[in-house]
């Protein structure tokens, strides 16, 4: 018994590590912990992004108030008609710059220091109620407290001024930056504030991150991927379900690949459906062979039993010698019928053994007739082997079938071929609607086969020559031949055919199906 093939050295747990449910549950477990890690790093780096942008405009509406500062020193009660002009010269989308003033002399009151500023410009221009509402804002929030106590010192914001209708594209603009500018008429206070959309569709409101566009964007996205994830194993699960039902009742003729919804698993499924139509077949010929080897021996075993009876009241007489004679022939048979039965259990194990590989038909066939005509030496002398061979032919299946194939064809052609006779093996390639087939034949010059006796040459047991002929001790001539050729073609999906020659002899075509 030949050693069973290694196994690949497998880890502790490897196997555990395989299974479906384990990897199922690990991906269920990237799929859950993935956006929560995910959502950390995503909001921490928007964090700093937004600090990062709150930090330049604010230091750019700093830059706008210390550059207005010389011209409000300056500034007197009758000028502040020019400055919409002087504001217009700092103006940038998406930022306004608004002017509070709050004259010398003006105390606080019980309303604090916050009662003496007034709203003087703003560019752009806009509805004096918004101004209020600002400053009203700039109150409740006690900038202007701070600014009238000393007048001095930038103030850094990051307020949204709210909106009385509370839309979402009315809401007010944050305010960045109130830079105080004292002067000899009183003291001013630069406001400078952005549209939200500056610091991104949101800016700093303070809405959580995942209440963010993006984020819900991104959410649906990854929501996505995970039903298409899990949608693609689940249906991987079921097909495999699916191929454990129907190895359960395969013997009613269900089908693996019809079993299958997904397409790649189809393929399979036919891979699966094929060695099972192989194993079959097998079962079948090995039932064939069980009920014809027990047909073939009883002829032999009831004539060496009628013989001994002949032989046993009659010894020394003309018909011992007959007996005897029947004896050694039906013994001659049986050894003969061993030897078939044995090359049909070959037969039958190679049959198990199919496998797929790409063949180059052309090359093997030249191999393997150069190789022949080596090893049948002074036979080729008598008969001619020829070759007529297309190029690039190339087939699916196994060489050692295939050689098998050739084997049997060419002894059975030279068998029948008279002294010089020609056995001409031919390779080429058809076209059958869509599909190219590869046939191989093999022609001799021989007396043929009957019409009506084509089909039954690949019957196993089957064959025309005498018993003499049969008898030869070389187990060739019992018609196994021919039906181990039909046995192989079928296994490699293939087809044998034979036909009469016009000019005389026997041609035995088997069909293959073509690589492109």
């Not at 109130?178 to 206070?189: D, E, H, K, L, R």
């Not at 049948?376 to 194939?405: C, F, H, N, P, Y």
């Not at 006796?453 to 025309?464: M, P």
Request: one cysteine or more; proline letters at 5%.
């Amino acid at each position: 018994m030949p050693d069973a093939a290694p196994r690949p050295d497998t880890p502790a747990g490897g196997k555990f590590s395989r299974s479906l449910r384990v990897q199922l549950t690990a991906l269920v477990v990237v799929f859950l912990a993935l956006p929560i890690l995910l959502y950390s790093v995503f909001a921490s780096a928007d964090r700093d992004r937004q600090k990062l942008l709150l930090d330049a405009v604010q230091t750019s509406g700093a830059m706008v108030g210390k550059a207005l500062a010389p011209a409000l020193k300056d500034m007197k009660p009758g000028d502040f008609a020019k400055l919409s002009a002087e504001l217009a010269r700092f103006a940038a989308p998406r930022q306004s710059i608004k002017l509070l003033f709050k004259p010398n002399g003006i105390g606080p009151d019980t309303s604090g220091e916050s009662a003496g500023f007034f709203y003087v410009a703003s560019a752009p221009t806009v509805p004096n109620a918004e101004m209020q509402e600002e400053r009203a804002f700039l109150a409740s929030i006690g900038v202007l407290d701070k600014l009238g106590q000393s007048c001095s010192g930038d103030i850094a914001l990051s307020e949204q001024v709210p909106r009385k209708d509370g839309a979402t594209q009315g809401r007010g603009a944050i305010l960045t930056s109130v830079t105080p500018v004292q002067s000899a008429a009183g003291c001013w206070g630069v406001v400078v504030a952005l549209d939200p959309g500056a610091l991104g569709q949101d800016g700093p409101s303070g809405k959580p991150y995942w209440m963010r566009a993006e984020s819900r964007v991104a959410g649906v996205v990854y929501a996505g991927m995970a039903i298409l994830a899990f949608a693609i194993m689940a249906a991987v699960w079921s097909n495999l379900r699916r191929f454990r039902d129907v190895a359960g009742i395969i013997e009613r003729g269900a089908s693996f690949e019809q079993s299958s919804t997904v397409p790649e698993l189809a393929a399979i499924g036919r891979e699966f459906d094929a060695m099972v139509h192989r194993l079959t077949r097998v079962a079948e010929i090995i039932r064939e062979a069980a009920e014809d080897n027990a047909h073939a021996f009883k002829g032999p075993i009831a004539v060496i039993r009628q013989a001994v009876e002949l032989v046993r009241p009659a010894a020394g007489t003309g018909d011992a010698e007959t007996g005897l004679a029947a004896i050694s022939a039906s013994l001659d048979r049986l050894d003969g019928l061993v030897q078939s039965a044995r090359r049909v259990d070959n037969a039958t194990a190679e049959l198990l053994d199919v496998g797929r590989a790409r063949i180059d038909l052309t090359s093997l066939v030249r191999a393997f007739a150069t190789d022949y005509a080596a090893m049948i030496g002074g036979t080729a002398s008598r008969t001619q082997l020829t070759l007529d061979v297309a190029e690039g032919v190339r087939v699916e299946g196994r060489a050692d079938l295939i050689e098998t194939i050739l084997e049997n064809l060419v002894e059975n052609a030279l068998s029948f071929s008279p002294p010089g006779g020609r056995v001409l093996v031919r390779l080429k390639t058809e076209t059958h609607g869509p599909e190219r087939i590869a046939a191989l034949s093999v022609a001799d010059e021989g007396p043929g086969v009957p019409q009506d006796q084509l089909e039954a040459i690949f019957e196993r047991y089957y064959s025309s020559r005498t018993l003499t002929e049969k008898s030869d001790k070389s187990g060739a001539h019992f018609g196994i031949g021919l039906w181990l050729v039909k046995q192989h073609a079928l296994a490699l999906g293939g087809t044998v055919a034979a036909a009469d020659r016009p000019g005389g002899g026997l041609a035995v075509t088997v069909r293959l199906p073509a690589l492109s």
